[in-house]
Structures are given as C-alpha cells and as structure tokens.
C-alpha cells in the first residue's frame, strides 16, 4: 500500500459530510484536529448526492470536503458509492432490483438493493467509478480507494440465474459432472440442461444442499467480480493508490474472504463485537487474529463501534477507557489503524443510534474526550512500532464454506454452529496465553502455511478436499500436532460424505473411525472417565490405532473412546470427539501445546490480562477490575491498571 | 349528540339479525327487553346481504330488524358496512384490494380487504352510503350512524403510493424540504423526483425511519379522508343524527385518535382489556380516562367483551360480577354507556368463539343473567348521573406518532414500549388515587388544555414539537409540575434528534442534559442511592442548575444523577433518568404530586379499591376479594363487597 | 394382497440404487442378503433418472436392478416416480408448479413441488405410470406397487381454485346452502357466484374456519383422485398385483387417511415417531393401533427411522436393541413386515443425515449388525405368527377432520392440541395394559365398528354428525360405556356450533350442560375435590340427569361438576370436563373401564412392560432397564430382558 506509512497508524473514521449544514462541518474539521484524525472515510452511500439524476454530477460538495480535509492534514479513503444506488436507479431499471427466493423483487428505501449480476447495474456502477476516478485520482488528499461497502447482497432473480449457470458450467464443465456432485438422483433433481438450474428458490421442502452451497460460492465469486471491475478501473486511472473494501466480520458471511484477500491490495475489516464484560476480550482477539490470517500479517481495521455495541435485546455502552484497549488491542493484533464508523452520529435515517466519535451530546461528552486522548496514544506508539506482526506457533482453521455447509437444514443437531466451534478453540487459546494464527484450508498456499506452525486446531471443518486432507496429514508426518473435531473431514468440497466411518478425511491420521452419532439432547450432557463432561455430541468411536486418553463413562457409550491420540509420523493427531465446555477444551488443548512445546506469549500472566508482542514491544492489556503485576524478564515488574494497557519493550520471554 | 339523551345509559351491543333464522330475532327482542338493551348496533360487515351483488339491494331483512327494535322501544346504531367488501367486489375490482410491502395483493375471505385509496373502493363504499342514508336517514329507530368499523386497513399498492406523493407534497411542500427533513443523504436516498417515493415496501436492510413515520401519518389522515367522505353524506342525509365510529384502543393503533376525535359527534371506543385478576382495574381505568381525553369529557364504550377476554394463549373468562363492575367503571369514567361484542355468539364464521351477551348456551346462562341484572341497575343509575366528567388535575401525554415512531427497528433497547411505558404512568397515578386525564402533545389545543392541570408526566414522548416544548416549558414557568423520561423530548416531529445532549426538547426547563445513554441488560437493575433500582435504562446525566435527588449507585455510572428536580419560573420540572418498577416510580410521583398539591379522589382508600367521582356521586369499586370500608366525611362508612361495587351521594372531599 | 404371503414377514426398505455405482450396487445386493432382507421399496423418486428428458426413458438401470433383486430372492416394491417431478417438467409446464396462500409460485429443487389438479401434471404423471406398468406389471419381481410417494401437497392455485368449486358445486349443490354452512353472513362474506369462491388466500385477518376446513377436505379429496387414477392404470396392467400407497403418520396430517384406506389394497404407513426413552413405547404402540385401525387388522409398516430419530433440536440414536424391539412392536400390532427409511445412508442430497441400515460407515457398525439379527428373528418367527391381528374391547376415536378444525386461529386455548389429546388417550389405556383399537366417526361403517366395543372414549372429537352421534347414542343405550371431553360433540361437520350448551351432539347422552368455558391459563392448576387438578381447562357444567363423580374444588367453580356418570339405557355415559395428566385421567378410565368389564391383556404386568397378543403368540417387551417377570398361567415364568422381546405361545388369559 504505497501511501500507507509504516510509521503512521490510521486514525479516524467514516464521515458524512453531505448529511450536514456547512459549519458543522468547519466544526467536524476542527475537532478531527482536536482528536489527532488522520483519515476520513469519505463518500460510502454518498451516489444520490454526487448523481442526483442520471448522467448529472454534484462534486462540488465533495471537492470543497476533500479540500477542507487536505488543508488540515487528514487523509481521505475515499469510498465508491456503489453500494447504495439513489432511487432514480429504481425507477430506471426495475430489473436490476433484487429478487428474494420467494420471488419478491425489492425497492430502494434502504440500502444495498441492487442485483450485482444485473448488467444496467454494473454499467451505473462503472460510471459513477469512472467519474470519480477522472477527478480524484490524483487528488492529494487521496490516501487510498475504498471499493463499495460491506459486500453481501444476495439475488435470486433470472438474471442471476443465467450468471450461476455460467458459473456452473466453467466449474463443473459437463453436467453429468454437476449431476454427480450434487447427488441429483435423490429426490428427481437430475437435470438434463443447464437451462433447468435455477438459485434456490421457494420450493416444496428441503433444498439440495449441494446447490445451495455452489450458490453461495458463486454468490461470492460474482461478488468479487464487482469488486475487481471497479478496482481496476481505478488502479488503470493511478497505479500508486491502494485499493481496499471493507470485509463484513461476524455473525453472518455471504462472501468467502480467504479468497477476496488476494484481490486487495490490504485487508480492511469491519468488527463489531457483541460480547460485552468477560469475553469481549476474547472476541477482539479472535477478529484481530483471523483479520491478520487473511491480511498474511497486516490489516486495517476500517469500522468497528466507538462505543455502543450491538448486543441482543439492546445496545450496549462501553465501559471508560474501553474505546482505548480495544483499539490498541487490533493495533497490537496487526492493524495499521484504527477506524470507526462512524465520525459524527447522524440526526436521522436507520442508523442514527449507530455510536460515533462526536455523538448526538456533541464534542462535550465522554466518547469524544476518550477519543482525543486516544489520538494522542496512538500517534506516540506509532513511532515505537515494529513492523512485524505478532507471532504465532498455533493455529485454527478457518474455512467459509464449511460455515454455508453447516448452516443449513436437517443437520443432526440444531446446536451445530460453525462461528461458535471455531471461536471456542480461539477463545480457549487465547485464554491459554498463546499468540493464535489462523490457516485456510480452502487455499491454494495451505501447505506452505502449514510449514509456520507446530500446533494446528481444525473446528468443524467439515469440508475438505483430498489435497488440504493430505496437507493436513503430512502436516502430522513432518512432526506437528493437529487437533480434530468430531465435525471436521466429514465431506467433500461439494458436500458429499466421505464415506466408510466419520471423519473421511482423517480416519488414518487419526487412527481410528467413528461408526454413529450421538447427538446429545440440550442440557444432557455425558459423563466422561476424566471427570468432564460432553455436551452438545457424543458418537461411538472405534480405535485402528489410536491411543485412548478420555472414554466416555455414561449412557451406552460407557467406555468407548472419547478423546485419543495417535502417533503419524513424526507427529501427532489428536481426537476430541465429545462437545466440551471451555475448561475441559482448555485442559485438552494446554495438553497438546505442552507436547508441541507451543508456549504462552508471557507465561504465568494473571487470568485478567492479555499480552501482544510484535518484535520487541509488548502490549499488555487489563481486562479485569483490579491491577494485574506482570514481571517481565531483565526488567522492573510492570502493573497495568483495571482497563487499562501498557506497551512494553521487552526482549524475548 | 342529538339524540342522545344525558339521562339514558346506552346498553347493548354489536347484533347481527343476517346471520340468523327469523325465529331467532324473535327471541332476540324478547332477550333484549328482558335484559333492558336500549341500542343495538346493527348492519357492521352487512355489505353482502344488503348489496348481494353489484346494484342489486336487499333492504328487506333489515326493514324488518329496524321496525322489529323500534317497536320494541330499541335504538339502532346504524352502521355502514364498507369495513368488509362483498366477495364480488374482489372479482370486479381486482386493483382495489390490498397490497403487502411484499407485493403480496391479498383476497376477500377476511374482513377489511380493501384499498382506501382505490378510486373503485370509494365510490362503491360511497354508493352503499348513499343507498343506506337515503333509506334510513329518518327512520324513527336511527339513534346514531355508526360508520364502518374499526378503521386501520394499510396498503402499499401504486394507488397508495400516488396519493402517499400527494399527501406529502402538500406537507413538505417542496422537495428538498423533504429530503432534509427525512435525512435522505442517509445511504443514498435522496429523491430527484416526488415519483421516486414509494410506499415502505420490502428492501434489502432497515428502512428509513422518517419515511415510515410519515406513511403511518398518511395512511391515518388516509382513512380518515375515507370516514369523512361518508361522514358528510350521511350529515347532508339528515343533519339531525350524530355519527361517530368506533375507534380501536388496544396494543395495535394505525389511526392518530387524538386527530380523528375532532371529526366525529361523539367518540366511540372498543376497548378489550388484556389484563386478569390483579390489574384488570388499571386497565380499564386507562381505557377509560384515554377515551375521556379524546373526547373531551364525553364519550362511548361501543364494543367491550360480555366475557372472555383474550390474554396470551388462551381466553379468560371473566368472573362472575366483573361485567358489571367492568362496565359501571367505564360509566364513572365519562361514557354515555356500556356496549358489547357482541349480543349473541355466532355459530360459525372466524369469531364464534368471541363471548356474547348471549352465548352459545343461550340466556340460561351465567353471563345473560348477569346482563339482565346490569341493564337493571343502568336503568336505576341513568338519573342519578351528573353530566359532569370526572375532574383531575393530573394529566398524561398520549402521542400516536411517538409510539409509531419507537415501533421501528434499529431502537437501542427491545424493551422499549411506548405503550407500556405511558400505562405504567397511568396506573401508578392510579393507584395513588389520583383522577388522571389525558393530554395530547401532538395536538394545536395542548397549551390551552394544559391550564387544566397541575402536574403532567411524559412517558415516551419521543417525538415533540418546537411549539408543543414551549407550552409545557410555559406550563412550568406558570407553575406547572412536569415529569419527563428518559425517551421523552428526543426529537422533532420528523423523528430528527434534537441535538446537544438529551432531551434536546427539555434540558433548559430540566437544568440538565444527557450525554449518554447506557441500556441495561434485561434482568441487570442497577441500584439507586435511594436503595431503589433502575431496570431496563440507564444513562449519564450531568446537571446543569437541577437538583440531584436521586443518584446511581452502581457500575460506571455510580454518583452520577438519577432523579432530579428543576425550578423553573414557577414551577418545576423533574426528571426521572432510569426505567423503575411500579413502586419506585410510585414513590417518584407521589413526591411530585405532593409538592404540585394535587390530592387523591378519596384519599385513605384501601388498595384494593377505587374511587371516580363525578359531581357529587361517588363510584366505588371492590377489585379484591375482602370487602372494603370507606369512610366517607359527614356521612356513615360505606362497605364495598368482593368484586362489587357501590354509588355513593357525596359532597366533594 | 395376492403375493403377499402371510408366512412371510416383510424385511427391507427403500431402496435408491440410482445413487450409486455398479459396485456398490452389487455391495448392496450382498448385504441384502445377509441381513435377510426380502422387500426392496424401489423407483421413489426416480422421474429424473427413468425420463431423463420429456418422452425419453431410461429403463435399463431399473431392469438392472429388478434382474439382480429377483435374482437374490429380493422382491420389489415398485414405486411410481410422481411425487417428484424432474426439473425439465417446471420448464415445460410452469402453471403446473404450486403456489402458496401468497401466491409464491414454488419451483423444483425439492421434492413433491407440483399442483396435483393441473392437468399438465397429471398427463405427465398418467405417462409414466404407463410406461412403468408396461414394462413392469408382470416382473416377476413385483411384489406391489407403491404409488407416489406420501400424499400431502398443497396448492392455492387458480387452476386448484376451479377443482376446489367443482368439488364445491358437488358437495353442497346449491350456493344457498354453502352460504348457510359456512355461515358467510359474518364478516361479509356471502358468495353470490360460485366464480367468487378462491382457495383459502392471503387476506387481511382471519380467514373462515369453515371455508379452510373444506379446502382441507377437498385437498385430501383432489390428491385421492390422483392415487386413483393411477392405481386404475396399474390394476388394469396386471389385476394380480396388489397396489398401495404410504400413509404419513405425524404431527402432520393433509389427508384423511381413514377415507384412503378404503382405496388400497393394504393400508401402508410411514411412521416416525419422535419420542425418546420414556414414552417410545407408547409412540410405537399408538402408530401401530391406528394404523391396524385403518387398515382394518392388518397393515404394513412402510417407513421408520433405522436409528436415529428426529427430536426437537437434534438427531437422537436409538439405543441398542430398540430397533429390533420397535419393529417387533410393529408386527405385534399387526404390520406384515418391517420396512425402513432406507437402506443405504447417501452421501448427498437433503437428508443425506437420514439414517440407513447401512450407514456412512458401512456394514462394520452397530446398526447394520443390528438389522443382521433383526432379520434373523423375523425369518424365524414368520411361521408362527397367527393370521388374527390382536383383539382389543376398548377404542379411541380418530377424526382427521376433527384435527384440521382445531388447528384454526382464534381457538379459546392456544393450548388446544387434537393429536396429543388423541394420543393421551390411547397412552393412559395402553399403560393400563388395555388393548386398544381405533375407530372413525366420520367413516360410514361407525355404527357396524362400535358393535365390536364395550367402551369407547372420545377425545377432542370437535366435528360429529348427526348421524354419528347417534350411533354412539345407541352404542351407549345397547350397554356401551362412552367417555366424552371437554371438546368432543361441540359441532356439526362444517365446524358450526351445536347451540343450547356444550356439547350439543351429547347433551342429552351425558345428562347435563356446559353453560361456560373457562381456559386455564398455562401452569395454573384448578383443584378438583378427589385430590386430582384440572389443567388447561376448566367449565361451568350443570348436571341434568348425570350423577357427578368429582367436583371443581376451586376458583369460582368451586363445587360444581367436574366428572359425571350418567345411564343411559343400558349403557353409561361419562364426561370429563378438565383437562387431566396422565395419572389422573387413568384413574377414570381405569374405572371406566372396570365398569364395562374390559380387561389387561395380562393383568398384573410390570410398568415397563407391554404384552401384546395375536391369537395365541404373547408378544412380551421390556421398555425398561431392568429385567421384568412375567407370570403366565398354566406355563412357567417368562422373564425379559432390559430392551428386548420374548414371543410366547400362550393361551387365552
């Protein structure tokens, strides 16, 4: 990213000048000085301002905005507004609105309605990029290209199904192939054209599991064709400026990141975490570390909630000084910045209870004064910190598809959740101590990633090809520990079980097969031989080699193997067949990083605080209530404050 | 209301002759003298027995059922049937059914299955109208028109959406007006033309909140249109007979009552109490003083349930001797009579469940007895009722748009409840013994209905207008005690935040602004130095010239005011920051309603009885199971029975 | 049934060979034959795999499979493919696709995704029932025909629209007379063109119960004569051969299986029950007393779940031993065979986590051993197993019209539920060790089936005809003894009222009248004065004749009648009014049923016990996990042992 310096973190936010009067935003300037801003995210959803009508451009607003930001200093990511088409679009091409499975096609009103198959789309899309690109390409406050917003609109409409089918046809090239991958012969669904696939729409029943998840590939897929379209027509108009979108992080993912990673020219990430006291740590960390898989090390965090956080039921408030440590937190996780959405906290439309910097009480409140003096934080480390990321012995698998597999109907448990296993396992890590990574198992590089690490945890993973299968096996062979669990190696890429005992993929490695679920009722957990107890699942699991650790002790499984493990190579492979709860996880994977030699970052730290080292500087954080003291090897013991955190030089522990 | 005489008590309720044999309507006015019904509300969804097809009438059964009432001494609310359009309507006018926001057109075999907008739907409601008045506008049984039923049908068809353009072109008056006032540059929603506005309609995300308040005030002012078009053609039939309809009161509301009160003779209101047990008494104490409100002193209690009453999941008889006491409270609370859903309990169609003075067991029956024995002692009341409404001097805020407006989605809290929020107000000055009355901000008579009180409370208020703040602001500078909340005083009419901290409408008479809001977790109070606890809300305010009375005494916000109290002029105006239970909040307004003077109707009362005066005749009425003794200055102590209920002469406490 | 011989006991399951390779095929054909398998339900599903496109068959794979079937000794239930139509039929025939009350117009992708009164569908559908008959009627692999695959698909389309007024026009004749019945005068509804009546549709509110209920009849009426038209094709292609079609037994019911019945050559049923642990047995026992009851003694048991069950949020694994002893329930009670849900587990497609007797592991796993031995234990006792079907003195009545009226809105209980009143019912008799049979109020042969019953009970049997009603008046005074509920005999078979007091068709049988209902709110007990409390529901009865057992004991009922008894000719007629857990109600029934004289089938059994007898073989199985004893006369003692099975020649207790 060539105009990203190294020795700068990002500070600041999206701003929305076009929905303000003209002093307030001489005043949003001057507090943006006030609070050390340095970059303003300019333009999402701004289309119905800059093209009111059709071919008619309004960019005065918007040159006197960059202008005013440029003359103070600050930079501006300038987004393409693509993501929201003004209403004019609506009423000009009612067939590129989208279309839900039931048939029902949207109208404009809120945002992201449009069919990004639909070619009068892409073609208004083009052109408002194109502008944009002519008269701000080289604009010197131009900082780099935010493409879109949050990419993730789904369609169904017949447009869409002429985009799928092509689709279709390069990946699966016959359709006898299609026919065979999908299991079509069940339930009538052969197909004998390629003209009869359609998206999944309303139908009878249960849908084809298989079609559903190559809609969501393709959905991803077409997705990201809209992406590089715009990228490079403004990467054709200035070379030089770094080009980004910002990826959705949560509990919901219609794309496949992994794969967009490549596409940007840095990862730029959204996180809203919901988890507020004890765990909100946890679910930073968990956003920080797989932004900076995707990222091979280096990310922006582009919005997350200066203060309330959506939780169920209600919004949030954070607690003082909480703004700061979750900020520093991603920074110390890899992030080039720290960014929110959003600047000032609108008067009106859907989000005006969204939290901001500068919010409805105005710069005279609490959010605004942490705010500046995190500006000053953040402008003092930015010196002070090393380019390096943090480094990890350990890492979790994480894989979109599996997720869109898992999310379907019919499964044997409704407790089944993909975010929830994979957030476990790094949670569970975390609280351990250990510095965590993330791999792709979906990606071309796995094996090569696979050479950084000594320990590997594969949560569900419950697609995997023949090759990741044999990357993750000579993973073991060359001496690492993996970790399996007992909805991992199920499948095929396609879905199809792996057939002859649970997991397909890995009964070798493993050493053993497993012959039937068990499922287990909410709240009826099973005994286990080492006092823990499984929930959620439990299965019989027969041996073919693998050494019995743990053995089920309740129900008519009493003494088959729960957890085992298994010599391959000059590693080893480790089951963990019951659901367990964080402490008997904990206990299980403690285990393993011993074996692996994986130790924590900072051994022997308080429960309540958390270490980040990158290179030589450690961040420590207090997530707790009272101070924690952490003695530091060659130096004086340091004590951080209740919510509060310190950035340490420290040579290696 | 002409005809209505102030020495009569109107008894009856909802009857339908069509769906019975002429047998039956026999025995129905012989049930009907025997149980002294004085009204009967007839031909409501009578459309396709008296137009069975386009133009042809069958006027003849209902010729009939008039002479037969008139005969027999009873008065006939007439209704017009055009809440529920013959089946053939559907076929010849397929345009003017009703449209889902998912495009959904809907078909008759309901009731309420029209479009209000449509051209096809007016004039054939019109010329069933026209049929009716010329025919019975002077019929000598007509006591009252009764108009359609329960107005509240949406749509967001083309024809909705073209005279949705007309009605805000008339109220924004100009384009850009509105797209400033709906804060269109919110995700790119300016409009460039008034034809790009639809109606809310499905869309991909949120809808814009302002467009969703305004489509709720058309679509009110829209069916009103239609009530005053026949409205006026049945004045011009025969000026002499007053017209009302009736107005649903309940947990659902799609007119503003408070702006359709103005256009009817007399305000008729069905109200169906959700309550059981403990609380019945409240509720109907606030259907009541809520429909007193509308209609300024006076009003009628046109559908009420004989018996069973619908509670979540299943219907609740009521026990025996609550019909009366039920019915009598509504009497002492200013409504010309008691009128029930319905006479007689239908066989069959979708509510042949819904309790009837007559039930399916037929008048050997508890329920019939007990009527027979209320129309008795209305009967023995009607001369003894002064004309005068109760007197209070203690009023609540009731604004149709606020609650609309905190309906949406996107709000910081799920528990927030307009609704609840403005009952539990009601009930605890209820239970204090106070005589309530109901003010309406929305409304241009507030400053001048404002001189009535002493003390007003706002819950809720959300939405507040720069005219409707200076009243209450010079309704406190004149000495007035107002009580606002934490969701009160937040916006504009247009649903914009005002600005500078909360509440932006009243943080000068307060002397406080708040500069954050902290909802809490549902089941996480959080204490109060006054050893009381804030549920559901909490926020941070500082005080600028307010007195703390009240502080938090816990989490972040410990120390941090809770309650306050601001002089201001004359008067005082206090703030009440967290969400209290109803004994905390009882506390709160009891202090209030000391310090404004205000003084229960009957003070010493036991709790499980209540007190309404009107003029010089005491109401008493035993909710509880003992009985109840009250001590009555100058004259001996009057005991309630269990469930009963007692009309006492007596001067003014 | 011609080829069915009863020596034999069916063994076997669906079959889907279409999904595999050669190979596995002949894998599958190896198995088959180890486990005894000597059924194969073949061709379900299989439309897109015979016609791959319109006209062009591919038979070869299915004279493959029938070849290599026969050849092993395997017969073949040979399916008709029309449940699902391939996707080249939705291309080629759109308006033959269903649509929904929302007028969503569905689309393959599924399964069962057709309009069965399009003509379009039932050509394609003729042709290739043709097309199999021709080529199949006389294989000599031929066991049955299996036609379709479980009836139950709903459609709101025009063209179902003008078979729903035909069948309409059929029924009640004149226009008049459905206006009556369906009491259209409420709401407006009056039809004064047959064109004007539509499928139950998307509407405003509530919809006419009596309207729904008849579309529910048509619709089970419109499927009826698609299974007719095929069955007529195939018994005309080969009369010898006996044709079927499978029942869904469930939660779920679309049509009248006891009006079916009548129309296959045995009655075949799927039946999943959904109960774990405690109260499988009497899942089991109630699935096969009604299907025994439907197809008059002797039926087939078409579908189960080899192993894992579907459970309210997750997949249970049946324990041990519980697949052999609920198929040996099965055939107890009557089922020629025992057939699964499937043979072999897939690997893809929506229910791919079906379970199979070979299952994704393979033969190596407990299931499949399982099934070894089942097969095994069937062979051995084919033999042996008497001709008779048991014998039972007591019957439960089952009315699926009954179901579908109380499963409308606006019921006065949300805890109101037909099938688990039904199912109660036939649970606390069988706990009692009773045989119990099933009979059909709304079938023809009533009176004749009564003739077989000393006591009858009635649960929630809503709907009743004049005529049935007084067949189980006569029942009554020739000595029957009857039990009648709080929702039995409430109205007329069009759902009207039967006016006068509850229940109007038993009034005079029971000797009293429910002047009131009064629904018990959820977890709110009524006392009754035996020490028992009511639940759900409560009623003000007044006695005329009956004698009263138990009285409410509290709430205002305290006192009046609760359970009654009353003597009617020769017979008693007793009437429970609350709502009982099973404890409770047993103690009545028990009463009951010692009054008529009906006995165990063995006295004196253990409670996890159940006997069932045909003729002379003792079928002895123990749901527990201890072992039981059972004395037997005139034998020496039979123990069981925790889950299994003992059958035993015994004579008559």
């Known amino acids: 990213m060539s105009r990203v310096g190294t020795r700068m973190i990002y500070f600041g936010g999206d701003y929305n000048p076009e929905q303000w009067p003209a002093d307030v935003v001489e005043e949003d300037v001057a507090l943006m000085r006030r609070a050390g801003v340095n970059i303003a995210t300019v333009g999402v959803f ?38 929201s088409p003004p209403p004019w679009f609506t009423l000009a091409h009612p067939g590129a609105m989208p279309v839900t499975a039931d048939g029902v096609r949207l109208t404009h009103g809120s945002r992201d309605t449009y069919c990004v198959s639909a070619p009068a789309y892409r073609a208004a899309a083009r052109n408002i990029v194109a502008e944009l690109a002519e008269r701000y390409a080289h604009h010197p406050a131009l900082t780099m290209w935010h493409v879109h917003n949050e990419y993730g609109t789904d369609c169904r409409c017949d447009v869409t199904a002429a985009a799928f089918r092509s689709w279709l046809e390069k990946k699966h090239g016959d359709l006898d192939v299609l026919n065979e991958v999908w299991t079509t012969s069940f339930w009538s669904q052969r197909y004998s054209d390629w003209a009869q696939i359609m998206p999944p729409r309303a139908t009878q029943y249960l849908p084809n599991p298989a079609h559903v998840l190559d809609f969501r590939r393709f ?14 027509l403004l990467r054709a108009a200035n070379p030089d400026v770094p080009i980004t979108t910002n990826f959705v992080q949560g509990g919901w993912v219609s794309v496949d ?9 840095i990862v730029a990430v959204d996180h809203y975490p919901a988890a507020t006291g004890a765990g909100a740590d946890a679910e930073t960390a968990f956003g920080g570390d797989l932004a900076r898989g995707w990222g091979r090390g280096s990310w922006l965090l582009m919005e997350t909630a200066p203060n309330l956080i959506y939780t169920p039921g209600r919004m949030h408030a954070k607690e003082p ?7 520093l937190d991603y920074v110390a996780r890899g992030s080039r910045g720290a960014m929110y959405f959003q600047w000032r906290q609108p008067r009106g439309g859907a989000e005006l209870f969204h939290s901001a910097l500068v919010p409805h009480a105005g710069p005279d409140s609490p959010v605004f004064r942490e705010a500046v003096g995190l500006g000053r934080t953040l402008k003092a480390l930015a010196p002070r910190l090393p380019e390096e990321p943090p480094a ?13 597999a898992l999310q379907g109907g019919g499964l044997p448990s409704a407790e089944i959740d993909y975010l929830t296993a994979v957030q476990q396992a790094h949670r569970v890590l975390h609280r351990s101590g250990l510095a965590v990574d993330f791999v792709f198992p979906g990606m071309d590089d796995l094996r090569e990633r696979l050479t950084a690490y000594d320990m590997v945890v594969l949560p569900h993973l419950f697609l995997v090809s023949d090759e990741a299968a044999a990357a993750l096996r000579d993973f073991v062979a060359s001496g690492g520990h993996l970790v399996v ?30 012959v039937e679920w068990r ?20 299965e019989r699991v027969e041996t073919a080699g693998a050494e019995t650790l743990v053995r089920y002790a309740g129900d008519v499984l009493a003494g088959a193997p729960a957890i085992t493990r298994n010599r391959h190579g000059a590693g080893t492979a480790w089951y963990v067949s019951p659901g367990l709860d964080d402490d008997a996880l904990g206990r299980i994977l403690d285990r393993v990083a011993a074996e692996a030699g994986v130790t924590p970052v900072l051994p022997g730290l308080p429960p309540h605080l958390t270490a980040v080292r990158r290179g030589d500087l450690l961040f420590l954080f207090n997530h707790g209530d009272v101070p924690g003291t952490v003695a530091l090897p060659g130096s004086d013991p340091v004590t951080v404050q209740p919510g509060g955190f310190q950035c340490v030089e420290s040579g290696r522990v």
């Open 392 to 404: 990890a012995r350990v890492a979790v698998a994480w894989d979109a598809p599996s997720w869109w």
């Open 257 to 265: 990141h992994a794969r967009w990673a490549g596409e940007v020219d």
């Open 485 to 514: 669990d007992h909805l991992s190696g199920i499948a095929d890429p396609a879905g199809r079980i792996r057939l002859g005992g649970y997991p397909g993929a890995f009964r070798d490695v493993l050493g053993l097969r497993v």
């Open 321 to 327: 000084g909480q703004l700061t440590r979750n900020s």
């Open 219 to 232: 959905l991803s897929d077409e997705l990201l064709g809209g992406f590089i379209e715009q990228r490079d």
């Open 519 to 538: 499922p287990l009722a909410g709240g009826t957990p099973i005994a286990l031989d080492n006092g823990d107890r499984g929930i959620r699942w439990s």
């Open 46 to 83: 701004s289309w119905s301002d800059l093209e009111p009508e059709p071919g008619r451009y309004e960019f005065g607003w918007l040159d006197r905005v960059l202008g005013r930001l440029h003359d103070a200093g600050i930079g501006v990511a300038l987004a393409t507004p693509t993501a």
